[in-house]
Structure formats: C-alpha cells, structure tokens
C-alpha cells in the first residue's frame, strides 16, 4: 500500500494546503482592512497546518470533544507565531495590534475546524480506499467553497469599500480600505452625489422600465409559442424546438453593427422604443426553450378534459395551463428581468441622451478621469444591490425554472 493511503499522511497534506489556503485568504483579508502589507507567510503557516492536521488524525473518537479541537487550534497558531517570530503575518505586532489578534484567531480556527471535519473518523494508520477518497473529495470541496467565495466577495468588498472612501483617503493609501467611522453619514457623500448631480434615481426608474416591460413583452409572445411547440402538432414543429436556441450562436457583438446601422436609419436609435424592441429579442429565445419544457411536463390529460368539457383551447391556456405553470412564469419571468437589468452593449451603443440612460449605461458614463472614482464604485454598488437582492430572495424559482426544460423533451 502506498504511504499516501495512510491516515497521518493525508492528515499532513491535507493539513499542510488547508493551512496555506487558509493563510492567503486571511492576509488578503487584513492588507485589505488595514492597509498594512501582511503576508501569509507560507513557509510557517503550511507546518502549523500540517501539524494540526497530525494531531487531528491522532486523537482517538473518544476524545473528539470540543477540548482537544481547541488545544489543537491553540496550538496551530501557536506554531505560526513562533515560526514567525512573533510576526505571523509580516506586520510589526505593535501595529494594528487587535487586528493581528482578530486574524490569528481567524487563521488558527479556519485552519483547524474544517481539517477536522475533513478528517473525521479518519484513522490513523492505513487507509480503505473510501476513506481516502472521501478526505481528498472533503478537501477539494472546501477548497472549491473558498476559491469561489474570495474571488466573488474580494472585487464585491473592493466596490463597496471604494464608494465609502473619500478621494484624499483613496490617493494617500489605494490599499487601505478600512472606513473612517467618524465621518457618520457622510461616508455616503459619493451615493448622495450621484441621485443629485448625477440623475441616478432616474435611471433607477429607466431600468426598471425597461425591464419590466422586456418582461412582459417576453411573456406575451414566448408563453403562446412555447405553448405551441409542446402541445400542437403541425409542419416544422420538431425543427423549430430543435433551433429555438440557435440565436445564441451568433454572438450579440457581431450583430451590433448591424443594429446600430439599420436603428440610425429608421429613427430608433436614442429612444426606449428601439431598446424594448432589441432586448426581447435576446431574451424570447431563452424563455421559449425554458418554457416549452415545462409545458411539456405537465399532464396533457389535464388540458384534454378542459377540451372534453367545452372549453375552447385558449380558455384551457389561460384556465388551466398557466396557473400549473405560474412557477415557471415566474422563474422565467426573474431570469428575463435580470438580463434587461444588467444588458450594456446594446445600451451604450444605442444611447447618447443622458436623460435615456438605463442604470448600466449612466455607470459606464462614471468611467471618466474627470469623475471621482468611488462614484463609479458607487454606481457599480447601486446597479448590483437591486437585482442581487432580487435573486436571492427569488432564486429557489430561478432553480426550477432553469432545471424544468431539461425535465422532458
């Protein structure tokens, strides 16, 4: 058996990568709060991992309590502090003092808890084959959690941070993101200044607009054609469920050109019109194929007795169909709103009038030597709160709704 396969050794390797991961992400963290220039320090803090990763591995089951854990986490970053001499992440321990603290105990506990749930029931001597893949599967898991959620949260922190600073702050120390609590209200002098000055409650209100009514318009011709290729029989039917999706071949940069020339020459350029009749284009496709999906999942014995008991086939739609396939309205109807919310190539390219602006187009406007940047940072942060609220508070329909065309047919 290769030395791999034993509980120790995948304790110290697992232990030895968890401890640097976990090291990056705090260091990041407390250069990013601070300001200061902390390393991770990799050469000290992977042993401190791998030794707590030993140690987890020894205690027997009986002693998997709360107190061995602890003295372990003790002990972890213990190693770390020592193999630094006494700067654990590269910082003189006379600055930023708490901080220092704060992020040691973050990197001891984030380095053992979860080496230790990877490592549960573990042995210490050799291995079965299931008991190290599912350690190495526990890792790569948590290490996919982590990779993922710093390279989300970071530029997310960076935006928010940035919009809160004053231009003084941000030219003294680009790096330090740490807020001035004593300013009180006025951290939010960027976001006062963009509704003021900068007409951004009006393009709050376009975006809106624009999206709501790319919703309905999606709906109103997607639901009967969906409906159309799940349920009618009729020439072309299997090619045209077949293609619905093919637009997406052609990438919207090719076709920009085209668009921006024959919407100059027919006056639709400059105008919400020209926009709410590009932007269901994009989105009638998607909510087709979503749709006709589910209306393929639904009993048709269902709507076959509606026609049974007299009802014509437009009452069956809006009787009976729709209301099984509010759900997916709803999912689709979420996912349409948040392409016409977040779309910027078609409106930077067909709007010139400040007073058309959707909220992506008066963000790019912010891109200006001459504009501030944390009013950028801050017109980033009022175009993305909006829709990520929506989402969250709506994502168990965006799920079913993208699971549901794929459930049949």
């Known amino acids: 058996m290769s030395i791999l ?10 232990g030895l990568l968890w401890g640097g991961v976990i090291a990056i992400c705090v260091a990041i963290a407390l250069s990013l709060t601070t300001g200061a220039a902390a390393t991770p320090g990799l050469l000290a803090a992977m042993p401190a991992g791998a030794i707590a990763g030993v140690l987890l591995v020894l205690r027997k089951p009986e002693n998997s309590g709360l107190m061995p854990v602890l003295l372990i986490t003790a002990v972890s970053g213990a190693i770390l502090v020592a193999l630094r001499l006494a700067q654990p992440f590269g910082i003189e321990f006379s600055q930023n003092t708490m901080a220092q603290v704060v992020a040691l105990a973050i990197f001891a506990t984030g380095t053992t808890l979860p080496i230790g749930k990877m490592l549960h029931d573990i042995p210490f001597g050799a291995l079965t084959r299931h008991e190290f893949e599912a350690a190495i599967i526990k890792f790569l898991t948590g290490f996919g959690y982590v990779f993922f959620s710093v390279i989300v949260a970071i530029p ?14 941000l030219l003294a120390n680009p790096l330090d993101y740490s807020l001035d609590l004593s300013k009180g209200w006025g951290l939010f002098r960027s976001y006062v200044e963009l509704f003021r000055d900068f007409h951004f409650g009006r393009y709050l209100a376009t975006s809106a607009f ?14 009967p054609g969906a409906y159309a290729v799940a349920r009618l029989r009729f020439k072309g039917q299997a090619v045209m469920s077949r293609s619905i999706l093919l637009i997406y071949m052609v990438p919207m940069i090719v076709l920009a050109l085209p668009i921006y020339i024959a919407f100059s020459m027919v006056g639709l350029r400059n105008s919400l019109v020209g926009i709410l009749l590009i932007y ?16 393929r999942g639904l009993p048709a014995e269902i709507e076959e007795a509606g026609l049974m008991d007299g009802l014509s086939r437009l009452k069956v739609i809006w009787q009976i169909t729709l209301p099984l396939s509010l ?8 996912y349409v709103f948040m392409i016409g919310w977040n779309e910027f190539l078609l409106a930077f390219m067909l709007l010139d009038d400040p007073s058309k602006f959707t909220l992506t187009r008066g963000v790019a406007m912010l891109n200006s030597s001459e504009i ?6 801050a017109g980033s942060v009022i175009a993305t709160i909006p829709i990520m609220l929506i989402f969250l508070g709506l994502e168990k329909f965006m799920t079913k709704g993208l699971t549901a065309g794929s459930v049949k047919g």
């Open 156 to 169: 997310f922190f960076v935006m928010v941070m940035t919009s809160l600073k004053s231009q003084q702050a």
């Open 280 to 295: 269901p284009v994009t989105t009638i496709p998607v909510a087709l194929y979503m749709l006709q999906g589910y209306f």
């Open 327 to 334: 759900p997916a309205i709803a999912s689709v109807s979420l």
């Open 372 to 377: 501030p940047r944390q009013h950028l940072m």
């Open 5 to 14: 396969r034993y509980g120790y050794v995948v304790g110290a390797v697992l």
């Open 210 to 223: 624009v999206s709501i009514m790319t919703v309905l318009i999606t709906l109103l011709f997607s639901v």
